[in-house]
């Protein structure tokens, strides 16, 4: 399985309701696109300090890594991946994606 991690810095003015939108997006994509076994995503609520500003994210799980590919090329996806930039600080700069293999 892959595992892939998605932290946001949401620009300021993007209220919980926006956010919700884009998770709901995103979620949706589980419907459209094989080989999506879970998508989780919600506020950070580390005690640590060490966000870097990263205050919120999500996790799409994969059963492979061609199934990762294939949500990557998807429409819908990028669809939903463009709603996202424009709402993260500084747009991409404000995305930061980490995957790995379960």
Request: net charge negative.
């Amino acid at each position: 399985m892959i595992m892939h991690c998605v932290l946001v810095r949401f620009r300021s003015e993007v209220q919980a309701e926006e956010k919700q939108a884009i998770y709901d997006g995103i979620a949706a994509l589980q419907s459209v696109i094989d080989g999506i076994v879970d998508v989780k995503a919600g506020p950070n609520v580390s005690p640590e300090g060490l966000d870097c500003g990263y205050m919120d994210g999500f996790v799409v799980t994969f059963e492979n890594a061609g199934a990762r590919d294939t949500y990557l090329d998807h429409p819908d996806h990028k669809a939903v991946g463009y709603k996202l930039v424009e709402a993260a600080a500084g747009g991409q700069s404000g995305i930061l994606v980490f995957d790995w293999k379960v």
